[in-house]
């Protein structure tokens, strides 16, 4: 067995033993088994990064088997600089989920466990796939166990958001499906992505699988207009699972334009690069402001959330080194912030059970060592230099200006929207005298709290300092990327 099928197979395993394991009067044991599962897991990622070779764009670690071989599906595997820090993160995300999860879940622990791992491993598999319909399973599959997530363990309302989640994202992938069958036949019954991203297509064809990969990849982003779902959904969502969610589902869209669109409908993509940047920057601005009026903590994260990965859509269809680059490690900053910042509120709600920022003020009396990561995660979000949420968008600018200064000025806007709806809520929640006798009653964070809080902090701090290994594994596959997207596949 390769090492990718080991990063798959590897949580998916320990996910169904965690499932075996049934009743509750196992909850030590559950939780011993989560955490050994999730830190093998990331440990068998770790060898793809010491191995992985810089200098070249093609698929490393290749895998390649049968499948449904009358289709001429089959299970093929390999990761490239594009894909390589995504395998990575998600082990990474998923260990921080079972530790922060670890006091907080009492009921159907090894479900909820289970859940997490399996859901890290098909998520991985989306990062992976080299074949079309292996892509569209893995994509599809990460539905299910996220769906049970928020929907046993979420809020009130969290049937009625793991349905309009479902939907939302199972609608928009049944366009894909249609454009997968379609390459399928025109490549002569071939799902490799590589002879599809060969394969001369005229301008009709190319506009029609550019939309139809839109739909899926749009609502998973989720771009503007289709981002309601997003802040319903973490609203609901139990905090590791709106951690997972924001750190990693929302680059499984971002992900799939960078393997289908772009290189598939390239001329297409040229086309409506005016639209996409449209969209890109309403989610930008637009976004941000709604943002700054939010109540509720985990939703102001969801909506900056959709005004952050605005950035990754306007960097990738920049079409210039900077704007990819920059949109890659956008994505990979963005899960380490807002996986931090969803933690940090869940440690809250842990203590009083409110979301609301207006049940809060003064914390930093009481929690003084919680608001000193709280403080580092607010100042990441807003894209302070030195931290990780700089990095990407200062790339993300700089690849805009490139093309058009105007389109830049507009992105930078959002570094103000940032600080201002970020920095306002750290000072209604965090500073100021104790506001409530409920706030006076706070402890400071524990043992466990502190260590995964330290481990993201580090992670922001790192990424923010020192990006050149994030940069150095990605800069040649996004090299051939552009050259491909910029040769023309009309007939």
Not at 262 to 284: N, T
Not at 417 to 441: C, E, Q, T
Request: hydrophobic share 55%; glycine share 8%; with cysteine.
């Amino acid at each position: 067995m390769g090492f990718l099928s080991l990063a798959i197979w590897t949580p998916i395993l320990f996910g169904v033993v965690l499932l075996a394991m049934g009743r509750d009067d196992q909850v030590r044991t559950v939780r011993w088994v989560a955490l050994v599962g999730a830190v093998i897991s990331l440990l068998v990622t770790l060898p793809l990064y010491v191995l992985f070779d810089n200098s070249t764009a093609a698929m490393q670690f290749g895998e390649m088997s049968p499948w449904i071989s009358l289709f001429n599906v089959n299970y093929h595997l390999g990761v490239d600089g594009i894909s390589l820090w995504f395998v990575l993160l998600t082990a990474f995300i998923n260990v921080i989920v079972v530790i922060a999860g670890w006091e907080v879940i009492t009921t159907r622990v090894n479900q909820y466990m289970g859940a997490f791992l399996i859901l890290s491993g098909l998520m991985i598999g989306v990062f992976c796939a080299l074949d079309g319909m292996l892509f569209y399973v893995f994509f599809e599959a990460t539905l299910i166990p996220m769906y049970l997530i928020i929907g046993i363990w979420g809020g009130p309302n969290k049937i009625y958001a793991s349905f309009k989640f479902f939907l939302y994202t199972l609608l928009g992938s049944l366009l894909m499906l249609v454009a997968l069958i379609y390459l399928y036949v025109q490549s002569g019954n071939s799902f490799d992505l590589a002879v599809w991203h060969k394969l001369p297509l005229d301008s009709t064809a190319q506009t029609l699988l550019f939309f139809a990969f839109l739909s899926a990849f749009a609502v998973k982003v989720p771009m503007w207009p289709v981002h309601t779902w997003l802040p319903d959904v973490h609203v609901e969502a139990p905090t590791g699972g709106s951690a997972v969610l924001a750190a990693i589902m929302l680059k499984l869209g971002a992900y799939g334009f960078l393997r289908f669109s772009l290189p598939i409908a390239p001329d297409a993509s040229h086309q409506w690069a005016g639209l996409m940047v449209g969209l890109s920057l309403v989610a930008v601005v637009y976004v941000g402001l709604v943002t700054l009026v939010q109540k509720d903590m985990k939703k102001l994260v969801a909506y900056s959330s959709v005004a952050h990965m605005g950035f990754v859509t306007l960097g990738f269809f920049m079409f210039n080194d900077l704007g990819v680059s920059g949109g890659i490690v956008q994505m990979i900053a963005h899960g380490f912030v807002s996986a931090a910042m969803f933690l940090s509120i869940g440690v809250l709600y842990d203590r009083m059970h409110s979301r609301e920022i207006a049940s809060y003020g003064g914390v930093v009396n009481t929690m003084p060592k919680f608001t000193a990561f709280a403080l580092l995660f607010v100042m990441a979000n807003c894209g302070l230099p030195a931290t990780a949420g700089f990095v990407g968008e200062w790339m993300v600018i700089l690849g805009a200006v490139k093309v058009n200064f105007w389109v830049g000025m507009a992105a930078a806007s959002a570094l103000i929207f940032g600080a201002a709806y970020s920095l306002w809520m750290f000072k209604r929640v965090y500073l100021g005298p104790i506001a409530n006798d409920h706030v006076r009653h706070l402890t400071d964070i524990n043992k466990r709290e502190f260590f995964f809080l330290s481990l993201l902090a580090i992670a922001v701090l790192y990424m923010g300092i020192y990006p050149k290994p994030f940069t150095d594994v990605m800069d040649v596959s996004v090299a051939e990327l552009l050259k491909h997207v910029a040769q023309s596949k009309l007939p």
